[in-house]
């Protein structure tokens, strides 16, 4: 990725004028894909001054800044302690340590991946985008949304104390998944499932279904089989629809004992 | 455009390109023990130690790293001496190429993990690829480095 010139605000009204005024230009996040795309652009915005690397928290919630490394949350004991181990789960396979200590949770969300892991874990929680512009907007319209010409200032995470569990599954240690399942339990059930290749999105009927049941044998195949059956699989370089649509019975049926 | 960067103690004044990469700078200034494999952000031997993090130097922009302190292999002298003989006592040392990167990583490693076990050891050096695929033989070496049985 190239581009001409790199612009450094001092502000988000200077950052997002920047966005908005400059022909081509865009924010940088950990520069994580510096190296895979050849496209190039005119201005590079570094939100590096603005102060949006933190993790902190309320009573009731939860504010991880935009900049913030997938490392830093990975291994934050603010995030352990109130979504215990969801994120050491989904981002401990994401390449190595050494990319986690720059690749940024804006970034990650902002890209809207298909194989986000970071997507995934964040859809089953009660959670919302802070964007400059734009306010605070749920997660999951956030990313079903599209692209906003917008900056992330920070994610919100409610604390609700939820049950969660984390399951993926992946060729090998870094690499992409080949599908990721994420679900949580607090006064409902959310199932939601990435990489199919497609962006992550809730398994509505299964979750209709399952609110209401108790989590037995029966009752969590039957969810695994709506589940298998609403969403949409395709081909990727890893696997073919048809063995995600078999897998991901086995990874909610594994989530959802696990949070019985 | 211009800027000073801290590597290993001293600063560099440089003058370099708005997208150019650390790795790119430091092997201009010549520090060659930061070795280009990948270079897609995935191999691992790019590593360099900035504020104590590692991190890819590939995927980093030089005039991001200004305000930090930035270490390589060369800057930890003795330090990596130690981490060396123990992969070195285990036969475990092939083309070298990825030699800098997993020295530097373990240095680190070693300061971060307080109870460090071969689970976790395996998992943060995950970013560390050897193309000899030399492994075992490096994690004997670092295991024992890391006072792991």
């Not at chain 1, 496209?39 to 590079?44: D, L, R, S, T, V």
């Not at chain 1, 319209?141 to 599209?146: E, H, T, Y």
């Given at each position: 990725?190239?581009?001409?010139?790199?612009?450094?605000?001092?502000?988000?009204?200077?950052?997002?004028?920047?966005?908005?005024?400059?022909?081509?230009?865009?924010i940088?996040?950990?520069?994580?894909?510096?190296?895979?795309?050849?496209?190039?652009?005119?201005?590079?915005?570094?939100?590096?001054?603005?102060?949006i690397?933190?993790?902190?928290?309320?009573?009731?919630?939860?504010?991880?800044?935009?900049?913030?490394?997938?490392?830093?949350?990975?291994?934050?004991e603010?995030?352990?302690?109130?979504?215990?181990?969801?994120?050491?789960?989904?981002?401990?396979?994401?390449?190595?340590?050494?990319?986690?200590?720059?690749?940024?949770?804006?970034?990650?969300?902002?890209?809207?991946?298909?194989?986000?892991?970071?997507?995934?874990?964040?859809?089953?929680l009660?959670?919302?985008?802070?964007?400059?512009?734009?306010?605070?907007?749920?997660?999951t319209?956030?990313?079903?949304?599209?692209k906003?010409?917008?900056?992330?200032?920070?994610?919100?995470?409610?604390?609700?104390?939820?049950?969660?569990?984390?399951?993926?599954?992946?060729?090998?240690?870094?690499?992409?998944?080949?599908?990721?399942?994420?679900?949580?339990?607090?006064?409902?059930?959310?199932?939601?499932?990435?990489?199919?290749?497609?962006?992550?999105?809730?398994?509505?009927?299964?979750?209709?279904?399952?609110n209401?049941?108790?989590?037995?044998?029966e009752?969590?195949?039957?969810?695994?089989?709506?589940?298998?059956?609403?969403?949409?699989?395709?081909?990727?370089?890893?696997?073919?629809?048809?063995?995600?649509?078999?897998?991901?019975?086995?990874?909610?049926?594994?989530?959802?004992?696990?949070?019985? | 455009?211009?800027?000073?960067?801290?590597?290993?103690?001293?600063?560099?004044?440089?003058?370099?390109?708005?997208?150019?990469?650390?790795?790119?700078?430091?092997?201009?200034?010549?520090?060659?023990?930061?070795?280009?494999?990948?270079?897609?952000?995935?191999?691992?031997?790019?590593?360099?130690?900035?504020?104590?993090?590692?991190?890819?130097s590939?995927?980093y922009?030089?005039?991001?790293?200004?305000?930090?302190?930035i270490?390589?292999?060369?800057?930890?002298?003795?330090?990596?001496?130690?981490?060396?003989?123990?992969?070195?006592?285990?036969?475990?040392?092939?083309?070298?190429?990825?030699?800098?990167?997993?020295?530097?990583?373990?240095?680190?490693?070693?300061?971060?993990?307080?109870?460090?076990?071969?689970e976790?050891?395996?998992?943060?050096l995950?970013?560390?690829?050897?193309?000899?695929?030399?492994y075992?033989g490096?994690?004997?070496?670092?295991?024992?480095?890391?006072?792991?049985?």
């Open positions: 990725m190239r581009f001409e010139k790199y612009a450094r605000p001092q502000s988000f009204e200077e950052a997002l004028k920047v966005l908005k005024d400059e022909k081509d230009s865009r940088i996040g950990g520069t994580t894909f510096l190296r895979l795309n050849k496209k190039g652009f005119n201005i590079a915005i570094d939100l590096s001054d603005l102060d690397n933190y993790i902190k928290e309320t009573d009731d919630k939860v504010f991880i800044g935009a900049y913030t490394s997938l490392r830093e949350i990975e291994t934050s603010i995030i352990k302690k109130n979504f215990g181990d969801l994120f050491t789960k989904a981002l401990k396979h994401i390449i190595g340590v050494q990319f986690r200590n720059i690749a940024t949770i804006g970034g990650s969300v902002y890209g809207r991946f298909g194989f986000s892991d970071v997507i995934t874990a964040l859809s089953i009660d959670c919302e985008i802070e964007l400059v512009e734009h306010g605070n907007i749920n997660f319209d956030f990313v079903k949304a599209g906003y010409k917008d900056i992330i200032k920070a994610i919100i995470l409610k604390k609700n104390n939820p049950k969660i569990s984390y399951q993926m599954i992946r060729k090998s240690d870094a690499d992409f998944p080949i599908l990721t399942t994420a679900i949580s339990k607090t006064d409902k059930i959310k199932i939601v499932v990435g990489s199919r290749p497609q962006l992550a999105t809730h398994a509505i009927k299964a979750e209709k279904f399952i209401g049941l108790e989590l037995n044998e009752n969590i195949a039957k969810a695994a089989e709506i589940a298998s059956e609403e969403l949409t699989f395709g081909n990727d370089i890893r696997s073919s629809k048809e063995y995600k649509q078999q897998v991901v019975k086995v990874l909610i049926r594994r989530a959802l004992e696990e949070i019985k | 455009m211009k800027i000073t960067l801290n590597v290993n103690g001293k600063n560099y004044h440089l003058n370099i390109d708005p997208d150019e990469n650390l790795l790119k700078t430091l092997r201009d200034i010549g520090i060659n023990s930061v070795r280009q494999g990948c270079d897609t952000g995935v191999c691992g031997v790019c590593t360099v130690l900035l504020d104590e993090k590692p991190i890819l590939c995927s922009l030089s005039v991001r790293a200004q305000e930090h302190k270490i390589t292999v060369e800057g930890l002298g003795k330090q990596a001496d130690e981490i060396v003989d123990f992969i070195i006592n285990e036969g475990a040392d092939q083309c070298g190429y990825c030699g800098p990167a997993l020295v530097l990583t373990s240095y680190q490693m070693k300061k971060d993990l307080t109870n460090p076990t071969i976790s050891i395996n998992h943060y995950a970013g560390n690829l050897c193309r000899c695929t030399g075992e490096q994690l004997r070496g670092i295991k024992k480095y890391m006072g792991v049985k």
